[in-house]
Each structure stands twice: as C-alpha cells, then as structure tokens.
C-alpha cells in the first residue's frame, strides 16, 4: 500500500505560480511513476505531467512550458511547479502513482494509488 498526501496548493492570481508537493509513505519502493491529475467542475480528471523514476517525463499539451515535474530524487516526494497560471487551470490536483509495473510507455501506464486532492484557483 502506498499513501500520497498533497499540499501546496491555494489561490493566486493569473500569471502567478505554485509548487504543488506530494508526500508518500508506505511501500514506495514499489513506485515507478508519479504522476499529476486535475479535475475542474463539471470536467474529466485529466493527466497534467507525470514522471518515472528513470526520468522520462509527459505533459499535458496546455501545460507544457508553464508546469514542470522535477526529477524524483527519492520515491517519496514528487513536486508540480506551476508558472504563468491562468483561470483554466483551476482545478483539484490529484498526485498518482503505479504499482510498480515495468515501463513500456505513457500509453500502458495505470495509477493505482491516489491522493486526496488540493485546491488550485487561478483568479483573472
């Protein structure tokens, strides 16, 4: 079992930034890739970046050169830093990990263990 706590986030203004944090306890040697979700009211959780262990990285194309995931210096924090927010990206962010699956590309990745969200607001 693996537990993820979130925390970082809050309110800013447009153009402003944030580093969301997650924090994982548990059996993390087993985590082969973190990963960012987000959900805004009335949408679909969607995938925002995530990052293996090797340090392959993918991003969302909306985010892609405003967000970055750092590389993972150990399994159990991995950090979202937001710049140049905007309003559309208001949204509960949502830290995933795997469960140790071998890599064989984005595509075949499954979170199977989730955090329990924070708040995000980007006011314009």
């Known amino acids: 079992q693996v537990q993820l706590v979130e925390s970082g986030g809050g309110l800013v203004q447009s153009g402003g930034s944030l580093t969301l944090s997650c924090a994982a306890s548990?059996?993390?040697?087993?985590?082969?890739?973190m990963g960012w979700y987000r959900q805004a009211p009335g949408k679909q959780r969607e995938l925002v970046a995530a990052?293996?262990?090797?340090?392959?990285?993918n991003y969302a194309d909306s985010v892609k050169g405003r967000f970055t995931i750092p590389r993972l210096n150990a399994k159990n924090t991995v950090y979202l830093q937001m710049n140049s927010l905007k309003p559309e990206d208001t949204a509960v962010y949502y830290c995933?990990?795997?469960?140790?699956?071998?890599?064989?590309?984005?595509?075949?990745?499954?979170?199977?263990?989730w955090g329990q969200g924070t708040q995000v607001t980007v006011s314009s």
């Open positions: 548990g059996s993390i040697f087993s985590i082969n890739v």
């Open positions: 990052i293996t262990s090797g340090g392959s990285t």
């Open positions: 995933a990990t795997d469960k140790g699956d071998i890599f064989t590309g984005w595509s075949t990745v499954r979170y199977h263990y």
